[in-house]
């Protein structure tokens, strides 16, 4: 029912920032919960951050707090994620997704990709020491 696409991903050097962004196509972007997670190379999928449809809070992995930041813009059916002060560490497949989940008052289940039920195709993000 939901369709999305990543972008912005490319070879950065550490320190660096970049911008990552999810299109989402549907006339009901604005009740879902958006997530990011990554991949890196023979790792599993891990959380990166998330943000709610109705009070609009945030949540982040403790890896990439205070240097990434999650953000929707309803009218447009984009979400993004800036990625400032990159590691080497951060290199990875950045994959979009969204849910129609209630998240609980924890924070928890927005870290869990199961709960998610639409995915992006992903976007590369690289980067250098």
Do not use: H
């Amino acid at each position: 029912q939901v369709q999305l696409v990543e972008s912005g991903g490319g070879l950065v050097q550490a320190g660096d920032s970049l911008r990552v962004s999810c299109a989402a196509s549907g006339r009901t972007f604005s009740e879902y919960v958006m997530g990011w997670f990554r991949q890196a190379a023979g790792k599993e999928r891990e959380f990166v951050g998330a943000i709610t449809s109705s009070r609009v809070r945030t949540y982040y992995a403790d890896s990439v707090k205070g240097r990434f930041t999650i953000s929707r813009d309803n009218g447009k059916n984009m979400v993004y994620l800036q990625m400032n002060s990159l590691k080497p560490e951060d290199t990875a497949v950045y994959y979009c997704a969204a849910g129609s989940f209630v998240p609980d008052i924890t924070g928890m289940t927005v870290r869990i990709a199961a709960v998610y039920g639409y995915w992006g195709q992903g976007t590369q993000v690289t980067v250098s020491s």
